[in-house]
């Protein structure tokens, strides 16, 4: 079992819906969680950054983490075209605590 | 722009080739991170340097290896390569070792084809 599972999706959403991204983690002891976007064949570029359970808010991106189900999520609003790329959740935390572990990444498609 | 800089940005060469992978992470930051990018396995960590020293070990097979010199770069060394290798390799950079501050900079990554 992967430390660290992320729909590879893709999901084709509309332009103006709201998108929900989500990765589940088997390991407790996690407690950074980050959100990456990737276009393509370009570097991950760091979108969120929470420690611990609760929200964050950042213009359109939402990040939320719930330890207690091992369970983050990005939501993103009045999505737009220019939004469509790979999406990578990242989390550190534990015995592994220098090293981010990653996400396969959802792929997103946002039609105009 | 990360104000991480990746060269070369593309590299073909041959199976059984050495290749050298360099990273300059941005302005200071002390660590540096060597990720592995492929189509099946998304990004796998390899080696993590602080301040010149190996600090954390992932996936890296023993052809591969890693430096981080006075000035901080770092040099991802590839040897006896083969077809799999064929990969996206990135480089991150971030202020500290370990601590709260544990997000990383991506640089735009070598995009190694081995034939």
């Known amino acids: 079992q992967k430390e660290v599972e992320q729909d590879p999706g893709p999901l084709s959403v509309p332009e103006g819906a709201i998108v929900s991204l989500n990765c589940t983690y088997s390991n407790s002891a996690f407690q950074y969680f980050m959100w990456y976007r990737q276009y393509s064949r370009k570097g991950p570029e760091l979108l969120m950054y929470?420690?611990?359970?609760g929200n964050k808010e950042d213009g359109r991106f939402t990040a939320q983490v719930d330890k207690s189900s091992k369970y983050i999520s990005l939501f993103i609003r009045d999505s737009q075209p220019s939004d469509s790329a790979t999406y990578l959740c990242a989390m550190s935390g534990g015995t592994g605590f220098q090293k981010l572990v990653f996400g396969t990444g959802t792929r997103l498609l946002v039609s105009p | 722009d990360s104000g991480v800089t990746q060269t070369p940005k593309h590299l073909i060469t041959a199976t059984g080739q050495r290749v050298t992978l360099r990273c300059s992470p941005r302005?200071?930051?002390?660590?540096v991170y060597w990720y592995q990018q492929s189509l099946d396995q998304g990004l796998q960590f390899l080696i993590q340097y602080y301040n010149g020293e190996e600090r954390a070990k992932g996936n890296i097979l023993e052809r591969f290896s890693a430096q981080q010199f006075p000035d901080l770069h770092s040099e991802l060394n590839l040897s006896s390569l083969e077809l799999g290798d064929s990969a996206l390799y990135f480089c991150?950079?971030?202020?500290?070792?370990?601590?709260?501050?544990?997000?990383?900079?991506f640089g735009q990554g070598t995009r190694l084809t081995v034939v």
């Open positions: 929470t420690y611990s359970s």
């Open positions: 991150a950079s971030s202020p500290a070792a370990v601590g709260m501050n544990t997000e990383a900079f």
């Open positions: 302005s200071g930051d002390l660590s």
